[in-house]
């Protein structure tokens, strides 16, 4: 890998300081925002717009001959570059639109083809976890290491749905109940971001989607991959940050949530 070797901790930094100026605009907006449909269960707000505008603009400052892979406004990358910033301004739109505190700004980079930076700040929980290659993930500062949990009997499951959940309802409730017997249950969050963050801080041991965007997970493996953990496609072959589904685990229980999810959609 072309990135081995590298230190990557000016960019580190350089997401974090963006990360909370993101979220600190982003709670000015809180409680006071419309929302509008942006597809079916799909929402955006005037928050999301801004939060991406400002973080694009201090990329742009910065890093000049970096490109951007963002979720709003049709920010598009081009593929050919070594350096990608992959940034959901606003991660948990629905659960922000509505007032639920669990929500927030995740900023990821790639550097040929690999995730290299990762850190997503929860700004009303006042959290930061932040992960570069080769250096370990943390949060607010101090190291973070996936569960020691070795059996499925003993994990707690997050998964983040489609948007439209209508398109695939048999397969996602095949996959929720199975991850329901046999394990501490599952959680349905509304925030990705947060699903892989919490994973790497040891507090769940498994979280998985069938369709996830490359802003959605680009930060949450690098956090998860430098605190011990394991992602994967959800048949268990290496992982595509652009092939949409993901299952990332402690690594001790991933063949089993591999088995796990091949039952489920067998039966």
């Not at 690999?114 to 930061?128: E, L």
Request: charged share 20%; with cysteine; net charge negative.
């Amino acid at each position: 890998m072309k990135s081995q070797g590298l230190d990557y901790r000016s960019y580190l930094d350089a997401a974090v300081r963006m990360a909370h100026e993101a979220g600190e605009l982003l709670l000015r907006y809180y409680r006071h925002v419309e929302a509008r449909e942006k597809g079916p269960g799909d929402l955006v707000t005037d928050a999301d717009i801004a939060s991406q505008r400002l973080i694009a603009a201090r990329i742009a400052d910065a890093f000049p001959t970096h490109t951007l892979l963002a979720e709003e406004e049709g920010a598009t990358p081009d593929l050919d570059a070594p350096w990608r910033w992959i940034v959901d301004p606003l991660d948990g739109t629905m659960n922000f639109a509505h007032g639920f505190p669990f929500w927030a700004v995740s900023i990821g980079l790639e550097h040929e083809g690999v995730p290299v930076v990762g850190v997503v700040f929860d700004p009303v929980a006042r959290t930061t976890y932040a992960a570069a290659h080769g250096r370990g993930a943390t949060l607010n500062g101090e190291p973070i290491r996936v569960s020691p949990a070795k059996s499925m009997r003993n994990s707690l499951i997050a998964t983040a749905l489609p948007a439209d959940v209508s398109k695939e309802a048999d397969r996602q409730m095949a996959y929720m109940r199975r991850f329901s017997i046999g394990t501490h249950s599952v959680r349905r969050t509304g925030s990705s971001a947060l699903n892989l963050s919490l994973l790497a801080a040891g507090r769940c041991e498994v979280c998985y989607a069938t369709w996830m965007h490359p802003w959605d997970a680009a930060a949450g493996v690098v956090l998860v991959r430098e605190a011990g953990g394991v992602v994967s496609d959800l048949d268990g072959t290496p992982y595509n940050l652009y092939g949409g589904s993901i299952l990332a685990t402690n690594g001790h229980v991933h063949d089993d949530a591999v088995r796990f999810l091949a039952e489920a959609w067998s039966e």
